[in-house]
C-alpha cells in the first residue's frame, strides 16, 4: 500500500484518540460501515498500541496507521502493532529514516514552504499539511498549488463537518484529516450507531 493509494481509499481519515484499547475494533467497524476505511490512532494514549493491534487482527479490512509519530522508536512499535502506515505531525530526517528502513508508507507534516521544498527534495508527494486552519487553510493551500504542483495534502487540524468539503474542492487536496467523526466521550459511551 502506498500514501497516495490509502489518500484515495477514503476522503476523510478519522484521527483517533482512543483511551480503551478493547472498543476499538468496534469503532474500526462503525468507521467502515460508514463507508471509512482508513483510521489513524494517535500514539497519544497508552493503549493506542493495543489498539492498533486489535484492529489489525480483528478488522483486517480496516486500513490501520499510527499517528503522533514524533520519535523514530515509535516507527517500530507502530509496525509490530501491525500499523500499515504513519503519520506525524511535523517533518524530522529521524522518523523519516525509520519510516523507510520499516518500509511503511509515511505522511509527514509540514506548514511552511521550506518544509515543502524539503520533503519535496526528500521524494515526498503527499504531505499532512498541519494544523491546517491556523497555518492558512485554505488560501495556504491554494498558495502552495503554485510553485508546488505536484505536492497533495491532507490538511488536518482545525478541519471539522462545517468545513471538510471547501477542504476537498481543491485539487491538490484528495483527503482530510479530523477528530470530528469520533470524539473521546462518544468512542467511551459506545455509541457505535452515532459513529457510523
Ligand atoms: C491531529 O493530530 O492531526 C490533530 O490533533 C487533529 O486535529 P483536530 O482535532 O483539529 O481534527
Not at 134 to 148: K, Q, T, Y
Request: charge should be negative.
Amino acid at each position: 500500500m502506498t500514501m497516495q493509494s490509502l489518500m484515495a481509499r477514503s476522503p476523510v481519515i478519522p484521527v483517533v484518540r482512543i483511551e480503551t484499547a478493547s472498543r476499538a475494533p468496534a469503532l474500526a467497524r462503525a468507521l467502515l460501515a460508514g463507508g471509512v476505511s482508513v483510521i489513524e490512532v494517535t500514539l497519544r494514549t497508552a493503549a493506542a498500541l493495543e489498539a492498533v493491534a486489535a484492529i489489525a487482527r480483528d478488522v483486517p479490512d480496516m486500513a490501520v496507521g499510527a499517528g503522533t509519530v514524533t520519535a523514530p522508536d515509535q516507527v517500530q512499535q507502530a509496525q509490530d502493532a501491525g500499523a500499515r502506515f504513519l503519520v506525524s505531525p511535523g517533518y524530522a530526517d529521524a522518523v523519516n529514516a525509520a519510516a523507510e528502513r520499516a518500509a511503511l508508507p509515511l505522511l509527514p507534516g509540514v506548514a511552511t514552504a521550506t518544509e515543502l521544498m524539503r520533503a519535496q527534495a526528500d521524494g515526498f508527494k503527499q504531505l499532512k499539511f498541519f494544523p491546517a486552519v491556523p497555518s492558512g487553510g485554505i488560501a495556504a493551500l491554494e498558495a502552495f498549488a503554485g510553485p508546488f504542483p505536484a505536492l497533495r495534502f491532507c490538511p488536518t487540524g482545525g478541519v471539522h463537518s462545517g468545513n471538510y468539503l471547501d477542504f476537498l474542492q481543491l485539487a491538490n487536496v484528495p483527503c482530510v484529516g479530523g477528530s470530528w467523526l469520533t470524539p473521546v466521550e462518544t468512542i467511551e459511551s459506545g455509541d457505535w450507531a452515532h459513529i457510523e
